[in-house]
């Protein structure tokens, strides 16, 4: 066996490291683009900064849990999940919390969580699910079927809010898998015909979205109308210039920019650190979409595959929507940024992702590092509820 030195025993490691610091810098962004309007609307300055380590410490425990439950089980708990998820959805619609014109959020006690957040999850679980069946039995990925109309159900639930953002990314991450997988090239071209004349559709079902698109390719145009929070978000990260303005001295934060601890907070955490904190940022999202293709390529069968592939698509998708909107390449939509905004269900949703990816990597077959670690992982092999390694699926992700 070819023997490899690495300062890692296994791909769990880094992701670890990677998604600490990222909290890290996540938590001190929330509280340093938050205080303001937390003083002036709560008149607590820790009114955010609280919720957010709330939502943490229940995140945490739910990533602990997802990482012992081994990940197969998902799939026999799927029914269950399928009907609470429809019907939370359903209900949002009903007695839902209503702010700034959108049914979004159902209450909880004194914390309050978005259903939809949880159906990003629960769309690429089922999808994983259909589309691993159909690659054990040597069949082309299929979108015309039970579990993809689910699919498409939970995303039509979701428009009604109207969330269009996140109705794409509960059909579109499902349907990127499946494009992944292989489908047969007459529904390829059907799904890339349908694509976009469902968005087109459903920006001209409402005129605000007709406006964005257009403000989006020139928002000074109405720079004091709907370009307003595009205009401020690119001053405020050019604000920033190299090494930004400091920890907690942004100013847009002032009630300048709209939205600052939530969809724009990477714009207050880029005048704060400049260009080389936005650079950190886009390198530790890297080198977590890195480590997450390898769980995936070494997961132990093609559920684990897919699945592990679902969740990096899930974080890599919210992640450029939300880099592109702030920097002005893509229209304003309701797409938080992984770990750094604010938004207890989002992170929570992030956290249980992130501890099904690591029980799929407990689960895979061994790295080829030499160590110990590798050695122990290799023995299992041949156990009980383990594949021997001439089983492994021959799916890869990166060849």
Known sequence: MRIRKTMWN??????????IILIVL????????SFVIATTDYENPYYFLIRHAVWLVVGFIAFVICRKVNYRRWRDWMPMLLIGMILALAAVLVVGMSVNGARRWLGVGPLSFQPAEFAKLVSLMLAAAILSVQVKAGRPASVMNLQFALIVLMAGLTELEPD?????????????MAFVVGMTPAMTKGVLLAIPLGVVGLITLQPYRLNRVRIMLDPWSDAQGIGYQTVQSLSTIGSGGFWGMGLGDGVSKYEYLPEAHTDFAFAIFCQEHGYVGALMVFLLFA???FFCVRIANRAADEFGQILAMGIMLLILGQALANLAMVGGMFAVVGVPLPFISYGGSSLLVTMIAMGMLLNICDHGRAPDYGDAAGRKMEAVKGKPGQEAASSRPQLRLVK
């Open 10 to 19: 296994n791909d769990a490691e880094p992701i670890l490291v990677i998604m």
């Open 164 to 176: 269009m953002g996140t109705a794409c990314i509960i059909l579109g991450v499902p349907l990127i």
């Open 26 to 33: 996540g938590t001190i962004n929330v509280f340093s683009s």
């Open 287 to 289: 080198l977590l979409i």
